[in-house]
Each structure stands twice: as C-alpha cells, then as structure tokens.
C-alpha cells in the first residue's frame, strides 16, 4: 500500500514572494505518477501539476514547479510569485494503478 | 466541453436510510472513481468504474456500492447511513490511464443526522 504525508498542516507566504510545500511518499512500485492537486474554498479539485516516477527532469508549469527526489520519496511544489488566488488546500497524491491516494493536504495562506 | 457533474450538490439523510449519488464524467471519458472527503480521514479513495466494471476497491465496508452505466454515467450508493458517513464525496473522471488527469466534480455534501 501507498502512504503520503505532507508535513505542514498550513503555510502562509507574503504576495509575490515564493513557497514551498513539502510531500513525501512511500511506495514499493517502481512506475508511478505524482500529482499536486488544488482545492479552493470551492472544493473543486484542480490539478496544478504532474510528475512521471521514469522521469529526472522536474515538472514546471508557468509558476509552479517541483522538486521530485525518487530515491528520497520526495516530491515538493515551490510557487513562485505567489498570488492572492492562490490560496487553498495544496493536495500531494500518488498514482500507481488508477487510484489516486492523497496526503492530507496543506492549507496556503496568502498575504497581501 | 462540459465538466463533471454531480449530483445533488447537498442532502441530508437519517441513519439508517439510504442515498444514491449520481456522477455524470466527462464525454469521452471511460472511467469514474469516487473518494470521500471527512476533515478527520482526508480524502480516501472508494471504488473506480471503468468500462461499467468495478476496477479497483478501497477498504470501504459493504454499505458503499456503485456503478457505472453504458454512458459511462456512474452512482454511488450507501445503505443503513450512519453519522460518520457525513462526508464530502466527490467523483472523479479520466481516459483510464494513470498518468493522466483526473478532473474532479465539485462533489457532493452529505450530512447525516
């Protein structure tokens, strides 16, 4: 079975300035899929950004990037320029066989 | 291109009753997974449905079923509704592959008292 932990209940970061959110995994496969998920007050659950396990090179998407480290289990998401919209519940999940297990999330703050 | 779509979007249920959660994916897509979201347990995952066949089961007890039709529109049912089953629950469609995307509905909030 797979486990996902995020660290940091909560996190705030000052607007424009850039955070990161930390997410560790534990897993015996070896192909895999990483997912960062958003979920504003809305509830809907956005993806922010995807990693492939085969892959060294770390994802970006405009402002949001990672920081995958395989054999430390590590995946974390830094976002740069940090936005009002920005702020939610960050969700780390794991896919390995068509089902996501999700961390248990990290609610960002942000201050004008 | 329409997105998910779930409903109801709330309902409130006594224990012991039954409710039925409907989920309508995206077109085209094939498979339809549910999660439960509680403040205590996160999200956890329930039961996926790909091609109208039960594909993967989380460690959810009997009470919590589903199904998916020919249209790929899927339900959920819970029997004998207990308090702790107040839950957000939301479903979740994608082509079937694991490195896709995922696209969620806004889900649906259950509350029973």
């Known amino acids: 079975a797979q486990t996902v932990t995020q660290s940091q209940p909560e996190m705030s970061v000052q607007e424009a300035e850039t955070v990161t959110l930390s997410c560790t995994y534990d897993?015996?496969?070896?192909?895999?899929?990483l997912f960062w998920y958003k979920q504003p007050p809305s509830r809907q659950m956005i993806l922010v950004i995807r990693?492939?396990?085969?892959?060294?090179q770390n994802a970006t998407e405009n402002r949001f990037s990672v920081n995958f480290q395989k054999a430390a289990k590590s995946f974390s998401l830094k976002i740069s320029d940090s936005q009002l919209g920005d702020a939610a519940m960050y969700f780390c999940?794991?896919?390995?066989?068509?089902?996501?297990?999700f961390g248990g999330g990290t609610r960002l703050m942000v201050k004008p | 291109k329409a997105g998910v779509t779930q409903t109801p979007r709330y309902l409130i249920k006594t224990r012991g009753q039954q409710v039925t959660l409907s989920c309508s994916p995206i077109s085209g897509h094939r498979s339809v997974s549910w999660y439960q979201q509680t403040p205590g347990q996160g999200l956890q995952f329930l039961f996926e449905y790909f091609s109208e066949t039960q594909r993967n089961k989380g460690n959810f007890p009997g009470r919590f079923s589903g199904r998916q039709f020919s249209n790929s529109r899927s339900e959920m049912n819970v029997s004998t509704l207990e308090l702790g089953d107040s839950a957000l629950y939301l479903c979740?469609?994608?082509?079937?592959?694991?490195?896709?995307?995922?696209?969620f509905g806004q889900g649906t909030r259950l509350t029973v008292v």
């Open positions: 979740a469609s994608s082509n079937g592959q694991p490195n896709t995307e995922a696209f």
């Open positions: 990693q492939e396990a085969y892959k060294q």
């Open positions: 897993t015996s496969e070896s192909d895999y899929y």
């Open positions: 999940a794991f896919n390995a066989g068509n089902m996501l297990t």
